[in-house]
């Protein structure tokens, strides 16, 4: 499975952005799909991820509230509204596909990755 990440760019502080990700085919057994991303000098972290069958939901602390995790099956894409955008939010985005919800926050249990997206927050 590809997965094509879009919709980064440059916004203020305060402002919204939405990221999309989209599958090139979608295979059996890859229900749940997540965001991470990945500041200069640190190590990439989860974001929010989605279990397309449940229709459940998890996000990062420094995110709930703030951002929101979307699917749509028939399109085989997830999307990431995110809203009231601060500095400490400029990273590339990352979105990725796994088969199972457990141990959905670590990155290594991730099969499938978009290229990514940068996203930075001006002050």
């Known amino acids: 499975v590809q997965l094509q990440a879009s919709g980064g760019g440059l916004v203020q502080a305060g402002g919204s952005l939405r990221l999309s990700c989209a599958a090139s085919r979608r295979t059996i057994g890859r229900d749940v799909m997540g965001w991470f991303r990945q500041a200069p000098g640190k190590e990439r972290e989860f974001v929010a991820s989605i279990s397309l069958s449940a229709g459940i939901l998890d996000y990062a602390d420094s995110v709930k509230g703030r951002f929101t995790i979307s699917g749509d099956n028939a399109k085989n894409t997830v999307d990431l509204q995110m809203s009231s955008l601060k500095p400490e939010d400029t990273a590339v985005y990352y979105c990725?596909?796994?088969?199972?919800?457990?141990?959905?926050?670590?990155?290594?249990?991730?099969?499938?990755w978009g290229q990514g997206t940068q996203v930075t927050v001006s002050s």
């Open positions: 990725a596909g796994r088969a199972t919800w457990g141990r959905r926050r670590n990155a290594d249990g991730y099969d499938s």
